[in-house]
């Protein structure tokens, strides 16, 4: 049986992973942290919950995150980022402009790649660093 919430990609099986494929993982990574944070905050209805989550996992919310994790990537990472933002995506939502959905979509990729590569740690790392810079401002 795959385990899929372990599974660990080669270097050469990322390889034939698109960055909008990247990002389409990044994106339910990403969901299920602030999902968790929320349940984990007492927050008990179901509808409150929903709509704080999706406050958090738009374009433009995701975009203002983006910017408090960036100084803290390595290289390669700013190098994924980079190459999930200028993927092109033909479908932007109305409420996000196109470079809150490119810098959205880096956030993704990021989040999706370093998730399929096991660093499970990081990802949570750059998380809460993004929710503490947020907090802060």
Do not use: I
Not at 45 to 65: E, G, I, N, S
Request: charged content about 20%.
């Amino acid at each position: 049986m795959t385990d899929y919430l372990a599974l660990t990609l080669t270097p050469e099986q990322l390889a034939t992973v698109s960055e909008l494929a990247l990002a389409h993982v990044g994106d339910a990574v990403f969901e299920l942290l602030v999902r968790t944070e929320l349940c984990c905050a007492g927050s008990a209805r179901v509808r409150d919950l929903h709509a704080r989550t999706v406050a958090r996992v738009t374009a433009p919310a995701q975009a203002a995150f983006v910017e408090a994790v960036l100084p803290k990537l390595t290289d390669e990472e700013l190098a994924v980022y980079k190459r999930g933002r200028n993927a092109h995506s033909h479908a932007a939502p109305k409420s996000a402009s196109p470079g809150q959905y490119a810098r959205a979509t880096g956030l993704e990729a990021l989040f999706g790649w370093l998730w399929l590569t096991g660093r499970h740690e990081r990802v949570n790392e750059l998380y809460n660093h993004g929710r503490e810079t947020e907090h802060a401002s």
